[in-house]
């Protein structure tokens, strides 16, 4: 397995966390939390969603940089 291919393959895992990461800001809506709770899982959310643009940018880096 080349490197360029087990990058795309951490881009893949990265973008199932993201879908993981929507069910979990789409959860914080439920009537049934309190606002504090929905405040906390929306930072949480966009914290995350943060981390994976972040890692997503420096993957293609270094794709863009593969031959």
Do not use: H, W
């Not at 943060?50 to 890692?55: A, D, E, G, P, V």
Request: hydrophobic residues 45%; glycine residues 4%; charged residues 20%.
């Amino acid at each position: 397995m080349t490197t360029t291919t087990q990058i795309r393959d951490v881009a893949d895992l990265l973008t199932t966390v993201r879908y993981l990461n929507e069910a979990v800001f789409m959860a914080a809506a439920d009537g049934s939390l309190t606002t504090n709770a929905t405040n906390a899982l929306q930072a949480l959310s966009q914290e995350i969603e943060n981390k994976l643009l972040f890692i997503g940018e420096r993957l293609d880096e270094i794709l863009e940089g593969r031959p």
